[in-house]
């Protein structure tokens, strides 16, 4: 199984409808993000959260909000789908410690195809 | 602000060809790792690398090899004798490392590689 999970992998919908994207994570790491991928541009950052209680707005976040459940979920919403929308969606965790080995790099889903009609 | 450039859109290359890809980065942070991330034709991010600022050490890995350059700011990735299975789009990333801004990575906009037999 994924240490990383999405949910759906794949959804199309209409403008104007309300979204959610699922993330939940097994790898403990307390920091987790959104990315949005469209081509030509690489992946942007849409929020971030460090920990349960903390949650940051990335360079993209017009048009999204997100909900940390718990240390393991972290949800990304469109309130009202529009077009431009339309991309693919990382959830990605990471772990601070350095200090323990670790690379520090991003641990990514598999990504969340979104079309919005 | 961070950023980085990855000039090249897409390269095509024929089988057994090396290919280079650039990365250049820009940062006022004297402390930060620098990153490589595959994605291949299925969309999964695959985690290549780490360099940190501190290690202009160049690396290879079997087939993959990378240059980190501080002087000029560039971070290069070059496959040897290319193969089918390296067609992918390629990612360089840049994580700085302060309190706040750990684990926000820019990403570049990435370099389609693709390989023809």
């Known amino acids: 199984d994924a240490d990383v999970t999405q949910t759906p992998r794949n959804r199309i919908t209409k403008t104007g409808k309300r979204i959610m994207l699922e993330c939940s994570q097994t790898?403990?790491?307390?920091?987790m993000y959104w990315y949005r991928q469209d081509p030509g541009l690489g992946l942007r950052l849409i929020y971030y959260?460090?920990?349960?209680?903390?949650?940051n707005k990335g360079e993209i976040s017009d048009g999204y909000s997100v909900s940390r459940q718990a240390q393991a979920k972290f949800s990304l919403s469109l309130e009202s789908a529009i077009p431009n929308q339309t991309a693919l969606y990382f959830c990605?965790?990471?772990?601070?410690?350095?200090?323990?080995?670790?690379?520090?790099?991003?641990?990514f889903g598999e990504g969340s195809r979104l079309t919005v009609l | 602000a961070q950023k980085v450039t990855q000039a090249q859109t897409e390269i095509s290359v024929v089988e057994k060809e090396d290919v280079t890809l650039d990365c250049v980065y820009e940062t006022r942070d004297t402390t930060y790792y620098l990153f490589w991330y595959k994605q291949p034709p299925s969309g999964e991010l695959v985690f290549l690398i780490r360099r940190n600022s501190f290690d202009e050490q160049n690396e290879i890995s079997g087939r993959y090899s990378w240059n980190f350059q501080k002087s000029t700011s560039s971070f290069n990735f070059t496959i040897t004798a290319s193969q089918v299975v390296d067609s992918a789009v390629y990612f360089c990333?840049?994580?700085?490392?302060?309190?706040?801004?750990?684990?926000?990575?820019?990403f570049g906009a990435g370099t389609q590689v693709v390989v023809t037999p």
């Open positions: 990333a840049l994580s700085v490392m302060t309190t706040d801004s750990w684990g926000k990575f820019q």
């Open positions: 790898k403990g790491h307390d920091r």
């Open positions: 990605a965790t990471s772990d601070l410690k350095i200090r323990d080995g670790n690379t520090g790099e991003l641990f």
């Open positions: 959260s460090f920990d349960v209680k903390d949650i």
